[in-house]
């Protein structure tokens, strides 16, 4: 690019930015993405059209068209919602035996005293499956029958940010596609009125977990597969509204003179961000009718609200699963709901009651909601956070955890996952996982699998390596959870 381009490219950027006239944050991402992120992976060719997928999409017949990403951000117990350890409870305030740690990395309790903290709550065994599950979670217990438990997850990245980039991205550098955004380059979207990946968060407990919003980007993909945040309160979308006195007429006058100039330009420079930026355009202007509509619960039955637990507007996690309802049915084809409230350092009991009074009645309600429209069997729910918390004592404000990453539990539920069965295991006190075990590239694996994607075959070259969501190690579609 020469000068006089550079020149060109920041004079519109001017021009836009001065008319006034919002256009969404999806379009205002774009606006700013750096114009040479698309044109160094020129192999990244963009999809045909809006909403189409990659030529070839998917590989195989899909089990799901849709997932549900629902992220407990901070690390919730494994021990105390899904793992039951009698041994545990019976070492509880004795020295940890060093053969399980010595040598391992602790975030926190590093040449401390370790000491062993058991179970504080009671577990016991429910629906015709027998799932164990902790008096934490009495929601949870009415659908053991629906959910597929993975009881031996392991992840590679021991603090928040990069364990929360480990598993949106499937590595710790910062800067890659998040999951959704690859599902979305690949297969495209079913909604032309609502961007394809949605992401809202929530709060609600202990030191709520601050979650950056390069977690849900596009990496070194076009930026208009990047996720869209809508925001609980308020406004859903930055700038969606026009401001006073700007008729749809004007501006969707705008948006076709701006889109016009931007092909004309495109048609010299050959730049796929700049085609990305014109979809972005075009998509929110479509957002101004289509969001306010989405966000507008009031015409749900008064017993779907009273079975989430949801007030309209209240940003609550409630609301955020009943909009998540609504936006799959709108065709959105990713939607991750962060709920930040889950690092349990101290006052586990305290906070552990506090979290899953806010999640678990409305987790629930998503899945029998999903099930009785017949949806679910079309959906993949995915609930767990980046890593788990260790079977050692850690002393702030009462009881807690620290980070653990060699054993905790994560569970999946709909299309083509068998329910009411527990898979893989950790060892007597909650440390290891010691059968069957699950890396988060093969959580990866297997959720492409169920939207028809081979993750071996699914590359794009990049800085001249063929990259791909689950990374250059061996990872492993989980067969066994299947049906």
């Given amino acids: 690019m020469n000068f006089p381009d ?19 944050s999806a379009a205002l991402s774009s606006l700013l993405a750096n114009d040479l992120s698309a044109s160094d992976s020129s192999s990244t060719s963009l999809p045909r059209g809006l909403t189409e997928g990659l030529a070839g999409f998917p590989h195989f017949g899909q089990k799901v068209k849709r997932v549900i990403f629902l992220c407990m951000a901070g690390g919730p117990s494994h021990l ?10 019976e070492l509880d305030g004795r020295p940890m035996p060093n053969s399980f740690t010595q040598g391992q990395p602790i975030a926190q309790l590093q040449g401390q005293e370790l000491k062993c903290l058991g179970p504080l709550t009671k577990f016991n065994q429910y629906g015709q499956s027998g799932q164990w599950i902790s008096d934490f979670l009495p929601w949870h217990q009415k659908m053991a029958d629906d959910i597929c438990v993975i009881k031996s997850m392991v992840t590679e990245q021991i603090n928040h940010d990069p364990a929360h980039t480990f598993m949106n991205t499937g590595t710790a550098i910062s800067g890659r596609p998040s999951m959704g955004s690859w599902i979305n380059y690949g297969l495209g979207s079913e909604s032309e009125d609502l961007p394809g990946f949605v992401v809202m968060t929530s709060v609600g407990g202990r030191n709520p977990q601050p979650i950056a919003s390069r977690q849900w980007g596009a990496g070194f993909l076009p930026s208009r597969f990047q996720g869209v945040e809508f925001n609980s309160t308020g406004d859903p979308v930055h700038y969606v509204s026009p401001p006073p006195g700007i008729s749809m007429q004007q501006q969707q006058e705008l948006v076709a003179a701006v889109n016009q100039l931007n092909r004309h330009r495109n048609k010299n420079i050959q730049n796929p961000e700049v085609d990305a930026r014109i979809a972005a355009y075009e998509m929110a202007f479509r957002m101004q009718t289509s969001v306010p509509e989405l966000m507008d619960v009031s015409n749900e039955p008064k017993h779907i609200l009273d079975m989430y637990g949801a007030s309209p507007g209240d940003g609550t996690y409630a609301s955020n ?28 009991e305290r906070y552990m009651n ?84 699950v890396h988060v590239r093969d959580l990866h694996a297997t959720m492409l699998h169920q939207l028809g994607i081979d993750h071996n075959r699914f590359t794009v070259k990049f800085q001249g390596l063929d990259l791909k969501l689950t990374g250059v190690e061996k990872a492993r579609v989980v067969k066994e959870i299947l049906l």
């Fill in 6 to 24: 550079l020149s060109n490219h920041q004079n519109r950027r001017t021009f836009l930015s001065s008319t006034g006239v919002g256009l969404g």
């Fill in 80 to 89: 105390e919602s899904f793992d039951y350890k009698p041994k545990l409870a």
């Fill in 321 to 348: 699963c009943l909009l998540a309802r609504r936006l799959a049915e709108r065709g959105v084809r990713f939607i991750q709901l962060y709920h930040r409230g889950w690092d349990h350092h101290g006052g586990l």
């Fill in 354 to 437: 506090i979290c899953c009074d806010l999640t678990d009645k409305p987790t629930y309600a998503l899945i029998q909601d999903l099930k009785q429209r017949g949806m679910l069997d079309e959906t993949l729910i995915i609930w767990g956070g980046e890593f788990g918390r260790t079977p050692m004592f850690q002393g702030k404000g009462g009881a807690g955890r620290d980070h653990h990453i060699k054993g905790f539990s994560m569970w999946m539920a709909g299309g083509g996952i068998q329910p009411g069965i527990s898979h893989g295991a950790t060892d007597e006190l909650g440390y290891n996982a010691t059968e069957d075990v």
